[in-house]
């Protein structure tokens, strides 16, 4: 295309506002990489496109709302009144301070939650602390909404559990919230009752909110149940963001709400409930046709819905895990009991010619079709995230693929080679 | 008051909360409950949300009496799918029924949305266009709304500035404010069926002007515009150095005499971004899906980094349901036209009975009969009316006296105008007209000798 002069006339130009906020997305790190595959070489895993099942009592449901014309309208801006009593109800069930449909916001998926969140404490010298690792979509909304953000830690061989010191270090008066996972990714794990409390009790002393992600909520299959942590509001006031996305296996659908645990009133004075009624007046809504139908989802989805994919996983993470054992290079710290990944250390002098985790992904995407994403991508270097919600075949070929790939770059194999050439 | 209830949530709290508000805050501040908290919530979008609608119409149905003489009628805002008469075509709804049951629709979909359904808008607008768009032109959208938010967030720079009609859908308010974007208004020419005036146009912009925002059809005035009046936009916005900014989203709501022209038809003269959707044709506002479309055949918005700005923002913001955008192909394609012809029949008719009806309340003057959309908007003469100061009084009042709900005309930005939906039964506006009526009489002016 010749370079016309015409662009030099024109006035406008794209802001680079959202640049530096989209990099930090996992689908910037996803995309690399899937470039890097070949297209006409092995089926590249994880694989997308395939047509994911969500429960039947679901999907009827939407379809019934469709088919009857009674979705069609706008819904008010903070959720249609049925959904967002119905989002309380469900959560009301584990938790001893019950909410209202007032206390409930419906929003384009959990994402949105998080950008609700992040949005409404947004202030020129206020910093949130986020977890590290931790799925990175509160980083990209801070970024772009320049929010400092300061990072705590985890101890891998206590299972995950947060490091209280590290949230003490980094917190300051201007510290306004703490944001935690539960069930973590990519860490794979469910904080229990007691260190949930512990969290609590520190979040009081340090005069800030808590606000969990749950979304995963519906897909634990370990040992350790899911605890809310509304459950603790009465100690410290208490944000909760979820969806239907993960449970439901509806990632699509883009609905998700966001509650709020109040104590004594103080969302409302600190006009949190405030910011969050005029962020939605001005923000995307979910479909009224899936808010319509979510009674019926959260209701009438059968329990063995959710039992049998939980199995699914459990089964998926038992042969990612056995298989990695026999891996050098990566360890993986604690089995996963939620979610859908593994997450492991990559010990990098355990291979010849690898930088880096990034530098690992690409080769792995080049040479074997399989994309496995750079801890950086969580913030932490030098890890790795596998999926394994696939099906059993397939799940066993990624890692077998995985398992060729870490042999061909190994120190040892490596370092005889380099004996040959000659190189240092 | 059943299918009313969407309207009567609040969006916030009254006065009595506000009590509660401040003794709770005195008992927190005074030791109960451990002390003060950090975190305060910030009012990032607190001025950009008080120029919606929604502030206003809130206010008015509270006005509303609540006693049962008279029902309510909601003439403020426009959702005529919440009336029997209008419907969403079987085909559409079809559409997204097998959608959900495929189970194909249930994963996340791209930041720019799904190659089908990207294909499927392209095809849907280039049945209008010489230059024909490319799926990579095409961009999903939460229903034509978040197409606003995301054009205006990738323009807006600390000097940059956006022209827009004086009377505009409020949103465009909205972001701009929050966006912190410079609106400067244009006006319309109401003796010349709604024209825009260009002379306007060239007068207020200058260096650091962006783009230039119309609505055709036009929501509220209800006109189409010719292409020739089209044409002559294009050339100023050239000869200006902007992009102009098509606001499509009523394009399938037309029942007077002029055709749709679309504004893509003169991207050889200057590059155009349309925004669409299908809540307005198909009467779905509540599916929230629609699209922006670059018509930029000389490459102008790639040169200029305005495609990548979008992608960008698009990575990071909310995308519209998958099941919606892999309807979409079997939504454009297959709805028949007869589904469009008797939905604007209705409408006609509801446009027809009400500017017929206005004439016989001289206080509100209709200067043109809409051919398009869903509203009549009217001016209002003060000087036939007793103790009525402006358009929100009158509103105010009427909601009062007569439990009617129309919009002051403040809100779309003209002073003592006031908009009338026309997308609802035929028997409310009917009613509405009688109400009009028996509010004029009490109200009119006493003729003094």
Redesign the interface.
């Known amino acids: 295309m010749a370079t016309t002069p015409m662009c030099t006339e024109w006035q406008f130009s794209g802001n680079e506002a959202a640049k530096e906020a989209a990099a930090a997305a996992l689908g910037a790190y996803t995309s690399k990489l899937m470039a890097l595959c070949d297209p006409n070489g092995k089926p590249i895993l994880p694989p997308s496109n395939k047509a994911v099942e969500t429960s039947n009592s679901a999907e009827k449901a939407v379809v019934k709302f469709i088919l009857s014309g009674t979705g069609n309208a706008y819904a008010p801006s903070i959720g249609l009144p049925l959904a967002k009593s119905a989002v309380a109800e469900y959560l009301n069930r584990d938790l001893p301070k019950k909410l209202t449909a007032a206390d409930v916001f419906m929003t384009v998926g959990c994402k949105r939650a998080i950008d609700l969140a992040v949005d409404i404490l947004a202030k020129p010298k206020a910093n949130v602390l986020l977890p590290r690792p931790g799925f990175p979509w509160d980083v990209v909304r801070c970024i772009y909404k320049k929010l400092e953000v300061r990072y705590y830690d985890f101890i891998p061989e206590q299972n995950f559990e947060i490091d209280f010191e590290s949230v003490k270090k980094v917190t300051d008066k201007n510290t306004f919230a703490i944001f935690i996972i539960n069930p973590h990714n990519p860490n794979g794990n469910t904080y229990s009752e007691a260190h949930l409390k512990q969290l609590a009790e520190l979040a009081k002393e340090l005069s800030i909110m808590v606000v969990s992600d749950e979304v995963f909520r519906w897909t634990v299959f370990g040992n350790n149940p899911f605890v809310p942590m509304g459950k603790f509001s009465s100690i410290v006031p208490v944000v909760t963001l979820g969806s239907l996305s993960k449970g439901w296996n509806v990632p699509g659908w883009r609905t998700g709400w966001l509650a709020l645990h109040d104590l004594d009133g103080v969302f409302r004075n600190t006009k949190i409930l405030q910011a969050a009624n005029e962020f939605l007046q001005i923000n995307a809504k979910p479909p009224t046709v899936i808010q319509a139908a979510m009674p019926d989802i959260l209701e009438r989805t059968p329990k063995h819905f959710f039992h049998e994919r939980g199995s699914f996983l459990k089964h998926k993470v038992d042969i990612g895990y056995s298989k990695v054992k026999h891996i050098p290079g990566l360890t993986c710290y604690m089995k996963p009991e939620a979610c859908t990944f593994l997450w492991t250390k990559l010990d990098i002098s355990c291979f010849a010619d690898i930088e880096d985790d990034q530098d690992f992904c690409r080769k792995l995407a080049m040479e074997e079709n399989l994309v496995v994403l750079p801890g950086i991508a969580f913030r932490q270097k030098n890890w790795l995230r596998h999926s394994i919600d696939m099906e059993t075949q397939t799940v066993e070929d990624a890692f077998e693929r995985l398992k060729s790939f870490c042999e061909r770059h190994s120190a040892e194999r490596g370092a005889s080679l380099k004996n040959v050439n000659g190189v240092n | 008051m059943g299918q009313y209830?969407?309207l009567f949530?609040p969006?916030?709290e009254t006065d009595q909360?506000e009590e509660?508000?401040r003794k709770?805050?005195m008992?927190?501040l005074n030791g109960?409950?451990?002390?003060?908290?950090?975190?305060?919530?910030?009012?990032?979008?607190?001025e950009?949300?008080s120029v919606?609608m929604?502030g206003i119409l809130s206010r008015l149905f509270e006005n509303c009496s609540r006693d049962g003489k008279k029902t309510i009628l909601p003439l403020g805002h426009c959702?005529p799918?919440?009336y029997p008469c209008f419907?969403?075509s079987v085909e559409a709804?079809e559409a997204?029924?097998e959608s959900?049951?495929?189970?194909?629709?249930?994963?996340?979909?791209?930041?720019v949305g799904i190659l089908p359904a990207r294909r499927a808008v392209a095809n849907y607008l280039n049945s209008d266009l010489p230059h024909k768009l490319k799926s990579d032109d095409i961009f999903m959208t939460?229903?034509c709304?978040?197409g606003i938010?995301t054009i205006i967030?990738?323009?807006?720079?600390p000097k940059?500035n956006i022209l827009l009609s004086s009377l505009v859908y409020p949103?465009y308010h909205?972001?701009a404010i929050?966006d912190l974007a410079e609106i400067r208004k244009y006006e319309l020419l109401p003796d010349q069926d709604w024209e825009i005036d260009l002379q306007s146009v060239e007068a207020i912009a200058d260096?650091?002007?962006?783009?230039m925002v119309i609505c055709n059809p036009h929501n509220p005035c209800g006109n189409v515009y010719t292409y020739h009046h089209l044409k002559k936009v294009a050339e100023m916005a050239r000869k200006?150095?902007?992009?102009v900014i098509s606001d499509e989203v009523f394009k399938e709501t037309i029942y007077g005499k002029n055709p749709f022209v679309p504004m893509g038809i003169f991207a050889s003269i200057v590059?155009v971004v349309t925004l669409g959707s299908i809540s307005k044709g198909w009467?779905?506002?509540?599916?929230?899906i629609g699209w922006m479309a670059m018509n930029d055949p000389?490459?102008?918005?790639k040169?200029?980094?305005?495609?990548?700005?979008?992608?960008?923002?698009l990575?990071?913001?909310?995308?519209?349901?998958?099941?919606?955008q892999f309807a979409l192909p079997n939504i454009l394609e297959k709805t028949k036209k007869d589904y469009f012809e008797k939905k604007n029949l209705t409408l006609s008719q509801n446009v027809d009975m009400m500017f017929d009806a206005l004439k016989e309340i001289p206080c509100l003057v209709c200067p043109k009969k809409p051919e398009s959309c869903t509203s009549l908007v009217t001016k209002l003469d003060l000087s036939l009316l007793e103790d009525i100061t402006d358009d929100v009084d009158f509103c105010m009042k009427l909601a009062r006296e007569e439990n009617l709900v129309l919009l002051p005309g403040e809100v779309f930005g003209k002073n003592n105008w006031v908009r009338i939906s026309i997308g609802v039964e035929r028997s409310m506006l009917q009613d509405a007209f009688v109400r009009l009526k028996d509010f004029f009489t009490r109200h009119i002016k006493s003729q003094t000798t």
Not at chain 2, 207 to 211: C, E, F, P, Q
Request: with cysteine.
């Open positions: 209830t969407n949530v969006s916030f909360d509660v508000e709770t805050e008992q927190t109960g409950g451990g002390g003060v908290w950090r975190f305060k919530g910030n009012k990032a979008a607190k950009a949300a919606s929604k959702d799918i919440v419907k969403t709804e997204v029924a959900l049951r495929s189970g194909a629709a249930n994963s996340y979909a791209p930041g939460i229903g709304c978040q938010e967030q990738v323009l807006s720079s940059s949103l909205s972001y929050h260096h650091n002007t962006v783009a200006l150095g902007i992009m590059p009467l779905v506002p509540g599916w929230r000389s490459n102008v918005f040169t200029t980094g305005v495609v990548e700005s979008i992608k960008h923002l990575n990071i913001s909310p995308d519209p349901s998958t099941i919606l």
